[in-house]
Nanobody, 124 residues
Framework: QVQLVESGGGLVQAGGSLRLSCAAS????????LAWFRQAPGKEREFVAA????????YYADSVKGRFTISRDKAKKTLYLQMNSLKFEDTAVYYC?????????????????WGQGTQVTVSS
């Protein structure tokens, strides 16, 4: 079992920055993919970014490319999402997720473990 707990969400003005954290426990991540998803009201949960835990290779949705940075601290077993140049459209509940696979997936159903989500609200 893997437990994931997000933190760092809040209210921020458009153009501002915010960093989300996801603390993991219960298992190592030697062959895991860690990812961030988000879900706005009335919309499907969508892929934001992913990182290979071991190598640090990253993947991004086009909508956040160049603005968001996913990273991880192996020693702290913590996943991060640095969000810069935030837009109103970034408003959503953000979830971290873990997939015990070397293959990077961008669909919700492939991820076995999920955090509870943290609200990010960007004011225009």
């Amino acid at each position: 079992q893997v437990q994931l707990v997000e933190s760092g969400g809040g209210l921020v003005q458009a153009g501002g920055s915010l960093r989300l954290s996801c603390a993991a426990s219960g298992r190592t991540f030697s062959s895991y993919v860690l990812a961030w998803f988000r879900q706005a009201p009335g919309k499907e949960r969508e892929f934001v970014a992913a990182i290979r835990w071991t190598s640090g290779t990253t993947y991004y949705a086009d909508s956040v490319k160049g603005r968001f940075t996913i990273s991880r601290d192996k020693a702290k077993k913590t996943l991060y999402l640095q969000m810069n140049s935030l837009k109103f459209e970034d408003t959503a509940v953000y979830y971290c997720a873990a997939d015990p696979s070397i293959i990077v997936h961008t669909t919700r159903r492939e991820y076995d473990y999920w955090g509870q989500g943290t609200q990010v609200t960007v004011s225009s």
